[in-house]
């Protein structure tokens, strides 16, 4: 499925700036690891009650961030307010969260029934509701009559949804998960970020969620928090990230894209290679800057195209992959040499326009969907 | 959720904290106490007069200056090195034999090879006596030498000493990667050049660790010589001659302090070996599984039988030894030299205080060695004081036993030191033991630790579980198997162990392994080698049990290892 499908199926969701009070609210923070600086100027507020995923390439500090609200890490400057309360200096068992890692990290000795109960043993809660809430658990989670079963009898599947309840149990104001589906395969990764997500809905529990996996963030994620380099690119909901990425970094990192290296030319233009390529105006970069156009591949126009049409190109279909409901081109032009551009076409155009290795197509690029960046890309 | 706790550090918050900075201190205070101190007492005491002032490298000076000490270091080499160049070679074939053959009876023929660590050192040295001495039954062997010297220290020294290099080659023998061998096959390389040119190289950190242990072993060893030495002076023998026959302290912390370098050395090759060899095998290594080779194997049946056959020969001596009557006049069998109040003012009593030294060893040995290695390893902040507990940790293991004893005298028994009421306690004797074997304990202790999920302490903390309750509930039931290891470990080295405490026991805290040597000295070899073999069998019998508790108890605590 293509990262456009994922948004289309979902459609919009509530931005979580709609005026609520932020249950977590993170300022200045930084990290540093002698003289490395994992994290730096980390702003970020979280409603009560959002799923919010960290999103960015391996090594761009997720995982210090997270450990950094957990507290397991403490930071190196910065402030950390949960509930009204600030934690920035507090240890983590005297904050509330509940957090489920890569490794699950269950304890091997111990039944199923007695890993989910873990936390709740010195709560001075009697024998009997201990039992009834880790009955009420496990039937949250679908394994029922597996409590007495040790981790190393469980699928991978199984024992995530053991981390889960545990995590769980002790009913946290704060759900964290670091990478909780990268070591399961893809279809069983595929059923289990469903259950989570319809979990958490359930519960209303704010969760914060680290990948790398952009589908996952995108379909689960309320919000998405785009990091890259110890810093945060972009938070917005999923759409929004994909459609208007708020810089080069983010544009390149969620879905594909075209990348135009020009110069500004004019308010409205920007020259590429031999090519003027017309944009909306009204951004502040002046004339004479380099600048990086980038257009997403189903923004291409192929019908009712005439050469009279702002940005249109042409050019030959040089490839074809077949990818379901969309067939993707690649494309070589002679107004661009050396900048193949990748392009999307519904199964119907291409029925109707018989497009095919070698065709030679004259294609569109409609002003207001060209996003336009000071800069090369990375 | 209080809001007395914004913004700073509330009481309970620093409960775990402290309670884990609390106890690393402690911690550190005693490893300081026990083994950084001593040794420095022995350093310095190694460059003052007999007034205690300081005179430099005067006692140095001195000893490389007198011709019987100087003699004492070429003796000392010459035993080392020919008992290397023997055992080193032995055990490679044996190990050979067991990681890459298809020979039957392996694992009794493993087991054999590593009865000699069940024995204290003297044993061998007394069964040679029997079977080569003035009186020996076989002693027509030797063509008219002498048993008492070299011949016999090196002799006992191989016995000695074969397990600990046969157990360093096995280790490195199966480390070997499948794919090396069927490269080299499927390219038609003949045997002898396989051999040369795939497993020799993989093994040689193997080999130049063995050697080196070996030499060491043989360098700082007491007990053989003490026995079978006769006029022959080793190193070893000075400290204890220059500090209990003559009471030169200074010249006996000269000695001790020249035995250092080589255990050093050979502690420094250790830890360079252990990086590289881990470094030869990848992750994508394949196990070589041996293939079945009927010559081949039963060839070295027969080699390792002739191997096991002598063991079990020194040993089956020196219990016939220990039943005869009176060697060589009254052959008759019976129990009169197990009677050891007959031969020693102390009888059986050295051999219960052994007991309950190597049992305090084994109990608080293992608690101490496993709460510092979770401090070590599981610790959160005071980075640096868990680095230093790691490296006073490995200190022991350059320390040859006969330096920490006297180190132990010249600590403990200064008029100044506020614990010198210690000395000549059973407590003292049970630290020092501790302390002799400390680092493969420890590094037992970490191995087991570094394999459990690193996340348990963080979950833990989550769920507002204080950190000692998953100690108690997780990490301990978890690392059972090493930790019945490593009580085992430290319970039969404290029974056979004789080079440290030789300086420390008094009147009331001697021990089995002492009166072994005492006996000795008065001519009471029968009852020495009953001693010994008593010692032998306390230690085979805790291995035994060991063997069949972990098969029932632990294969039921362990239950959930199972898929
Ligand atoms: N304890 C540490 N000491 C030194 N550097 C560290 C430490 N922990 C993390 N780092 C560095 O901080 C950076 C961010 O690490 P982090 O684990 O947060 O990345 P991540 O975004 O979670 O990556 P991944 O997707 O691979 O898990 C990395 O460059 C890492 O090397
Ligand atoms: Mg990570």
């Known amino acids: 499925m293509t990262i456009a499908g994922v948004i289309d199926v979902h459609g919009a969701r509530p931005n979580g700036s709609d005026g609520r009070p932020p249950y977590l609210t993170v300022a200045g923070l930084e990290k540093r690891f002698g003289s490395f600086v994992a994290l730096s100027g980390i702003d970020l507020a979280i409603p009560e009650g959002e799923f919010v995923c960290f999103l960015g390439p391996s090594g761009c500090g997720k995982t210090t961030l997270l450990r950094a609200i957990a507290g397991l890490d403490r930071q190196s400057s910065g402030t950390i307010v949960q509930a009204g309360r600030d934690i920035s200096d507090l240890p983590p068992s005297r904050r509330d969260f509940g957090i489920v890692f890569q490794s699950y990290a269950l304890f091997p000795n111990l039944s199923v029934a007695q890993n989910i109960g873990y936390g709740l043993v010195n709560r001075r809660l009697g024998r009997a509701a201990i039992a009834a809430r880790v009955e009420e658990l496990l039937g949250m989670i679908g394994l029922v009559g597996s409590g007495d079963k040790y981790p190393a009898q469980l699928s991978g599947g199984q024992q995530q949804r053991v981390a889960l309840a545990r995590a769980l149990a002790t009913r946290p104001g704060l759900l964290l998960l670091d990478e909780p589906l990268s070591a399961l395969d893809a279809r069983v990764r595929l059923r289990l970020r469903g259950e989570i997500r319809e979990l958490q809905r359930r519960l209303g529990v704010t969760t914060i969620m680290v990948t790398h996996d952009q589908e996952e963030a995108i379909s689960v994620a309320d919000r998405i928090v785009v990091m890259n380099h110890g810093r945060i690119e972009q938070v917005a909901a999923p759409e929004a990230i994909y459609r208007t990425p708020a810089s080069l970094f983010v544009a390149g990192f969620v879905g594909t894209t075209n990348f135009m290296t020009g110069v500004r030319s004019a308010a409205d233009r920007v020259r590429v290679g031999g090519f003027d390529l017309q944009v909306t105006p009204g951004d502040a970069m002046g004339t004479g800057q380099v600048c990086t156009a980038c257009v997403r591949p189903e923004d291409f126009v192929i019908r009712n195209v005439c050469p009279d049409t702002p940005n249109a190109i042409q050019a030959t279909i040089e490839a074809v992959e077949f990818l379901g409901a969309v067939v993707r081109a690649r494309l070589g032009s002679p107004q661009l040499p050396d900048l193949p551009l990748v392009a999307d076409f519904s199964l119907n155009a291409v029925t109707d326009l018989d497009l095919a290795r070698g065709r030679a197509v004259t294609v569109a690029l409609p002003p207001e969907r060209v996003r336009i960046f000071a800069g090369l890309p990375e | ?563």
């Open chain 2, 1 to 563: 959720m209080s809001p007395i706790a914004i913004g700073g550090r509330t009481r309970s918050v620093d409960r775990e904290a402290w309670a884990l900075r609390i106890a690393l201190t402690l911690m550190l205070a005693i490893m300081a106490a026990a083994i950084l101190l001593p040794l420095w007492s022995i350093l310095s005491k190694s460059v003052e007069d007999r007034a205690g002032a300081f005179v430099g490298l005067a006692n140095y000076a001195q000893f490389f200056g007198t011709p019987a000490l100087a003699q004492s270091i070429a003796n000392s080499l010459f035993v080392a090195g020919l008992t290397t160049l023997i055992v080193v070679p032995l055990a490679f074939v044996y190990a050979y034999a067991l990681t890459r053959t298809c020979m039957p009876a392996k694992g009794l023929m493993a087991g054999i090879a590593l009865i000699p660590i069940l024995s204290p050192s003297m044993l061998p040295a007394i069964a040679l006596i029997y079977l080569f001495g003035n009186q020996g039954m076989i002693r027509e062997l030797l063509f008219g030498e002498t048993i008492y010297g070299p011949i016999g220290i090196v002799m006992g020294q191989v016995f000695y000493c074969f397990p600990h290099a046969m157990l360093i080659l096995t280790t490195a023998l199966s480390l070997a990667d499948a794919r090396l061998y069927e490269a080299a096959a499927a390219l038609g390389t003949p045997r002898r050049r396989v051999f040369l040119t795939v497993t020799l190289p993989s093994a040689k950190y193997g080999l130049v660790s063995a050697a080196f242990v070996v030499f060491t072993l043989v360098m700082t060893d007491f007990g053989i010589p003490v026995v079978i030495g006769g006029r022959f002076n080793v190193l070893a023998i000075d400290v204890y001659k220059q500090v209990m026959g003559q009471q030169n302290f200074q010249m006996g912390a000269v000695v001790a302090v020249v035995l250092i370098i080589p255990a050093l050395a050979s502690f420094v090759v250790d830890r360079v070996v252990q990086r590289r060899q881990v470094a030869l095998l990848g992750a994508r290594s394949v196990p070589l599984v041996p293939q079945p080779q009927p010559a081949r194997d039963w060839a070295m049946l027969g080699f390792c039988a002739v191997v096991g056959a002598i063991i079990l020969g020194i040993l089956a001596t020196a219990v016939f030894a220990s039943l005869v009557r009176l060697w060589p006049y009254n052959l008759s069998l019976g129990w009169s030299n197990y009677v050891f109040e007959d031969f020693d003012s102390d009888g059986w009593s050295s051999y219960f205080n052994s007991l309950r030294m190597a049992a305090a060893t084994a109990v608080f040995g293992t608690l101490f060695v496993f709460v510092g290695a979770y401090l070590v390893e599981k610790g959160k902040g005071a980075g640096w004081a868990r680095q230093v507990f790691h490296l006073v940790a490995m200190v022991p293991l350059a320390v040859p036993g006969l330096v920490l004893g006297l180190a132990y005298v010249f600590f403990f028994n200064a008029p100044d030191n506020p614990l010198g009421g210690l000395y000549g306690t059973m407590a003292l004797l049970t630290i020092c033991t501790v302390a002799h074997f400390y680092t493969v304990a420890h590094l037992t202790a970490t191995t087991a630790l570094k394999q459990m999920d690193p996340e348990f302490e963080s979950v833990s903390a989550s769920l507002q579980v204080p950190f000692w309750r998953t100690f108690l509930r997780v990490t301990v039931p978890v690392c059972l198997p090493a930790i019945v290891n490593i009580a085992i470990y430290l319970f039969v080295n404290a029974m056979t162990t004789v080079s440290a405490v030789i300086f420390i026991y008094t009147a009331h805290t001697k021990l089995a392994s002492v009166a072994i040597v005492n006996m000795n000295d008065s001519g009471a070899i029968a009852a020495a080698a009953a001693m010994a073999v008593v010692i032998t069998a306390t230690s085979a019998g805790v291995k035994l049990v060991e063997t069949l508790v972990s098969r029932v108890v632990l294969r039921r605590s362990q239950r959930w290892r199972a898929r």
